[in-house]
T-cell receptor
Framework: DVKVTQSSRYLVKRTGEKVFLECVQD?????MFWYRQDPGLGLRLIYF???????EKGDIPEGYSVSREKKERFSLILESASTNQTSMYLC??????????????FGEGSWLTVV | GQSLEQPSEVTAVEGAIVQINCTYQ??????LSWYQQHDGGAPTFLSY????GLEETGRFSSFLSRSDSYGYLLLQELQMKDSASYFC??????????????FGIGTKLQVIP
């Protein structure tokens, strides 16, 4: 089974703190994604990466950065957390191959509260 | 950019059939996917359509019309466990050859006895 593991399930951080959300996948997938999910807004893409050290902005990249130093690991960084970044964050991965890249596998999510 | 529209809520009776529609706007369209998410859980893949027509997987079917930029998810013989949120997602191809996947807001399906 494909496994996407997010390091923290629940976090509480203070405004202005630097926050790291870590994600690891074990399927040698080329593509990795970070989404945030908010009620009534669905899943919104923050950043994605299609290769090591490569990253592309999604729809809402402001206030976030990412790092992909190794193929299996994709980190989301909140440089200075703010209360409007309180949300659930979902990491995901998919194969880069055309024949099998249709399925996105999600982690269980990280619930971040910024106080 | 991309945009997707789907109803926010649908209610259906156990044993019945329900259809969840999705319309989209995008360039470089590659395919339309559907995902299911139970409360507190992660989204899980249900189906994918790259070509026009109907794809069937057990009680679930998904349809795509690329000319109409429209698709739907059909759930038959509804069961209580089908109560969940259902997301359509557009996969499109970017100039660099990589793919971006954009999700709709999700349709919350409530199955009632």
């Amino acid at each position: 089974d494909v496994k996407v593991t997010q390091s923290s399930r629940y976090l509480v951080k203070r405004t202005g703190e630097k926050v790291f959300l870590e994600c690891v996948q074990d399927m040698d997938h080329e593509n990795m994604f970070w989404y945030r999910q908010d009620p009534g807004l669905g899943l919104r893409l923050i950043y994605f990466s299609y290769d090591v050290k490569m990253k592309e902005k999604g729809d809402i990249p402001e206030g976030y950065s990412v790092s992909r130093e190794k193929k299996e690991r994709f980190s989301l960084i909140l440089e200075s957390a703010s209360t409007n970044q309180t949300s659930m964050y979902l990491c995901a991965s998919s194969s880069g191959r055309k024949s099998s890249g249709n399925t996105i596998y999600f982690g269980e999510g990280s619930w971040l509260t910024v106080v | 950019g991309q945009s997707l529209e789907q109803p926010s809520e649908v209610t259906a009776v156990e044993g019945a059939i329900v259809q969840i529609n999705c319309t989209y706007q995008t360039s470089g369209f590659y395919g339309l996917s559907w995902y299911q998410q139970h409360d507190g859980g992660a989204p899980t893949f249900l189906s994918y359509n790259a070509l026009d027509g109907l794809e069937e997987t057990g009680r679930f079917s998904s349809f795509l019309s690329r000319s109409d930029s429209y698709g739907y998810l059909l759930l038959q013989e509804l069961q209580m466990k089908d109560s969940a949120s259902y997301f359509c997602a557009v996969r499109d191809r970017r100039s660099g050859g990589y793919q971006k996947v954009t999700f709709g807001i999700g349709t919350k399906l409530q199955v009632i006895p």
